[in-house]
């Protein structure tokens, strides 16, 4: 079995600083792309940042500039670094990974069970 498990959400006032860490464990052989999602409240979950194959980065236009994704490969974790945030910030924040396990098999979509981010005064 693989877990991914997030840390660091919490309430912070706008413009200030939040990092959230994800946390891969389990039976795994190989982790391709790790991303961080959110999801607020009546809307779809929406893509945060991503590190794709050869180090890459995707950033969402909203973020950019303010967020940075990070990620260990050797210690199979992933962080996002959340700087100046926004009241349109608040969400429940997931991390997402594409996990071949030792079991076999091309591998899948494996998710954190979210950590809710608050931006308020």
């Known amino acids: 079995q693989v877990q991914l498990v997030e840390s660091g959400g919490g309430l912070v006032q706008p413009g200030g600083s939040l990092r959230l860490s994800c946390t891969a464990s389990g039976s795994i052989f190989s982790i391709n792309n790790m991303g961080w999602y959110r999801q607020a409240p009546g809307k779809q979950r929406e893509l945060v940042a991503a590190?794709?194959?050869?180090?890459?980065?995707n950033y969402a236009e909203s973020v950019k500039g303010r967020f940075t994704i990070s990620r260990d490969i050797v210690k199979n974790t992933l962080s996002l670094q959340m700087n100046s945030l926004k009241p349109e910030d608040t969400a429940v924040y997931y991390c997402?990974?594409?996990?071949?396990?030792?079991?076999?098999?091309?591998?899948?979509?494996?998710w954190g069970q979210g950590t809710q981010v608050t931006v308020s005064s």
């Open positions: 997402s990974a594409y996990i071949a396990t030792r079991s076999g098999g091309s591998g899948q979509t494996y």
């Open positions: 590190t794709i194959s050869g180090g890459r980065t």
